[in-house]
């Protein structure tokens, strides 16, 4: 049985969508087919407005919506923005869902930069995916006196951190790593705020 153009057009678009395979997507579209023209509506704009009313920190990379009220747009994310983040120590990130969860803990007092992925050793191309320059950058102005790799407890993630240590080692700041705590094979963007907590004050 195949389904509609239109149906199958949709489950298409949405098997592109991190973890979501065939009949997940299809659970969408069927769903969407149950709602009112209203709600459709809603989705609609909601995701045609997204490219528009979010941009990325021109500092972290990480997405924030501006606010316009001074009448200038902002460049920097709230985090990035606040003068009360201690600016010597940056946490580096894979990805934006991760910084989600630590700055759930209330334990990370810097600022963050967003990585764009992870790097698997058996794919050097995932290299070019990598904000590497805009890491070096950064994490070689003269107030940064620590950088804290936080990536995941993954074969990609390990790999990543490796990576990071040896591109990082020659501005002979201070690099460490998330301490134990998270499982091996675990993402940050599902740990418990506890454990993460305890990886944080116990990196090294």
């Known amino acids: 049985m195949t389904h509609p153009p239109a149906i199958q057009k949709l489950i298409t678009i949405f098997s592109k969508f991190p973890t979501i395979g065939p009949r997940t997507a299809a659970r969408f579209v069927f769903y969407l087919l149950k ?17 528009n009313s979010v941009k990325q920190c021109s500092f972290c990379f990480n997405p924030f919506e501006p606010s316009t009220s001074s009448g200038q747009e902002a460049e920097l994310c709230e985090i990035c923005a606040d003068p009360r983040r201690d600016q010597t120590i940056l946490c580096v990130v ?5 910084l989600v969860p630590i700055e759930k803990t209330k334990k990370y007092p810097g600022r963050y930069f967003v990585l764009g992925g992870a790097l698997s050793r058996f794919n050097r191309e995932d290299l070019k995916d990598l904000r590497t320059g805009e890491l070096l950058a950064r994490a070689g102005q003269k107030e940064i006196q620590e950088t804290i790799i936080a990536t995941n407890s993954t074969t990609e993630g390990e790999s990543t951190a490796l990576y990071l240590e040896r591109v990082l080692k020659p501005l002979g700041k201070k690099v460490t790593r998330l301490g134990r705590g998270l499982p091996l094979g675990g993402e940050l963007e599902y ?12 990196r090294k």
């Open 94 to 98: 894979e990805k934006e869902t991760d």
């Open 35 to 51: 709602t009112s023209d209203a709600e459709i509506k809603e989705i609609a704009e909601s995701i045609a407005s997204l490219k």
């Open 191 to 202: 740990a418990d705020e506890e454990t993460l907590g305890s990886a944080l004050d116990g």
